[in-house]
């Protein structure tokens, strides 16, 4: 199975751009975990990277760049 939680994933990477993508960026900022959004459970593993585009970043509030 593809756990994102699984100890067998090394690394978790999840790619975004354009502002049609902005309302899923903020939901998965600064919403809760959970199993109704997948996208949320790479919070949970250890060595996640997120990178998006500023047009994704829009509704969100500050984000930390290069982090």
């Given amino acids: 199975s593809s756990d994102v939680c699984s100890s067998d994933l090394r690394a ?3 790619l975004a751009q354009g ?4 309302g899923v ?3 998965l900022v600064e919403g809760e ?5 997948p996208a949320s459970m790479m ?3 250890s060595n996640s990277h997120l990178f998006i585009d500023s047009e ?8 930390k760049k290069g982090a």
């Fill in 43 to 45: 919070k949970l593993h």
């Fill in 25 to 27: 960026i903020k939901q």
């Fill in 33 to 37: 975990t959970g199993p109704s959004f």
């Fill in 19 to 22: 502002n049609k993508k902005a």
């Fill in 12 to 14: 978790v990477f999840l």
């Fill in 56 to 63: 994704a970043a829009s509704a969100c509030g500050t984000l």
